[in-house]
């Protein structure tokens, strides 16, 4: 459990951004790390909730929910290029999707704005139960993802990477190298994104036997499932395709990248056994049961003031504070998870009651406890002891608190 926390509280003090996406190139907000993250912290939290310890379950999981919340409002752009211009983005800088910004994405990819590159990483917030089957922003993310990535080669439908991808072979053939642009390279499809696509169909409740026989096509004599799959139908000349190339590629068979690719071989069995089951069978159960009914859960406000978001103590006493409306904050660091009972804002005068020794509060008028009463003599009421017309400056009865 040692290092469960610490990884947990590793997500949960770095995230929601990262500093590198899982295909190892750029960090920012990423849908599919995201959804690893949310999944570990939900995870963590059961962990921690099974140990007894409270405060940091509800840590891991209220950081977890808040994430969850706002992958839409930091991934999913509606100004893009693409289709309806609706769509789950590869990777975000700065948490919208929607202000033009760019990156060069490298491998000779080039400068983009951030919302024209598409990437289908999103279709983990499903796998991991992060999000429904029929979540609506990952069904308005196919179409265009689909318009972007996807190409049908003898194997079967097959996915790119993400758009513009540069890593993978020249358009005659010839290798992949580190800052050979000239001439440019292309990253070609990749079999395990069809295997990914399978488990999201077969989570909706579709077939996914068509996405497996398309991953067995991919392979070679000795059922090596590769990286990638020369993407070039014979004849082909274009920008990334000079037929018949260098190198005796097949169109819809490996292409020089690693074959066998181990995760792909793996996802090769991960679909077969979802087949079988009929849903996913990496869906961790305790994050689908929190997120995967599509209800938002209702969660308390809460708004920090301090110390800034982003930012990194320099001293070993820090000063944390904002307002909410929770009963109780639970705030993490240096390993520690600490409860905290906010203060509550009083309010005067909400009503009046009565002195009474025999009551906690002395007040006969509990209705509202974070009201500052005014508590008047027997027989008295409070609109007559304020009433300012009936002498000013008012003067209030003082009465003794204690007996
Ligand atoms: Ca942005
Ligand atoms: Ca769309």
Redesign the pocket.
Known sequence: MGGVRKAADAIAARGPATPQERWEETGGYSPSTLASMIAGLVAAGDLARARGDNARAALYTGVADAWQRNTENRMFTTNGPV?????YVRIDNDGDPNDGSQRDYGNCAGLHQENSVLDAGFLDFVRLGVKAPSDPYIA?????TDASLATDTPSGRLWRRYTFDGYGEKADGSPWGFNSCTPKTFGRPWPILTGERGEYVVARGGDGLPFLRTMANTANDGYMIPEQVWDCPPNAVSERCQEPNLFGYQFGKATGSASPLAWAMAQYIRLARAIDAGRPVETPAVVAKRYAQGVQLSVPTLQLTAPADGSVASQRNVTVSGTTNAQNVYIGGGGQVLSVTPQKEFRFGGGAGELDFGLASKDTDTRDPNALDVIVGPGQTQSSVLDWRTASPVQLPMLPLAP
């Open positions: 289709g309806d211009g609706h769509y308005d993310s196919i179409a265009e």
